[in-house]
């Protein structure tokens, strides 16, 4: 549930104790509920997450979320906008205090335009992305909400945040109201 990248995070420490430029990579501090990115908004930044955990969610027309991932540890966020030279496709959000190296887009360019060891970090996490996906839909399907109410609970309680209703929904692809049944379920059980 929590995605996580080592070898990204590893790269980037290194990268960041050895520049030469101390502007080409920052670390920025996010308070919980603060935005790192925003759905619709064009950005000159990529984040990569160094401590906390984030949620990254896209608003529907009818103003119903829904939650994709939760990012931990290594993730990368803003290189698909970076690659893309678009607006962000979803919303990030600490969802607890949240520190991330920060780079601008052109500096993150030039790095994958000249540096092959992110290119295969890159190419092995936008991999893992797909088939994390693919995998979640599958479980979704074959899987009683229950159980993975259940799976959710745990990462709660794993990683010590706090998930609103709102977002154990919006991860699980239901209403609040089927959350409510299925967590009055899970308890007589």
Known sequence: ???????????????YASQERKEDIILRSFNKGERLLEQDVKIGKVFILSEGVAKCYLTEE???DYLFEFLG?????????????????????????VTAYCLSTSFFLSLTAKNLEINSIL????TDR??????????QQLYSLEHGLSKLITFKGEEQIELSRDDMAAYLGITVRSLNRALKQLKKT
């Not at 993730?75 to 205090?97: D, F, H, W």
């Not at 797909?130 to 479980?139: Q, Y």
Request: charged share 25%; proline share 2%; hydrophobic share 40%.
């Open 73 to 97: 540890k290594g993730q990368i966020i803003g290189e698909i906008e970076a690659l893309k030279n678009r607006a962000c496709l979803c919303t990030v959000e600490a969802i607890s205090p």
């Open 123 to 126: 190419l092995q996490e936008l």
């Open 1 to 15: 549930m929590l995605r996580t990248n080592t070898d990204l995070l590893a790269f980037i420490e290194r990268l």
């Open 62 to 64: 009818n103003d119903k």
């Open 130 to 139: 797909i088939l994390h996906t693919s995998s979640r839909a599958s479980f």
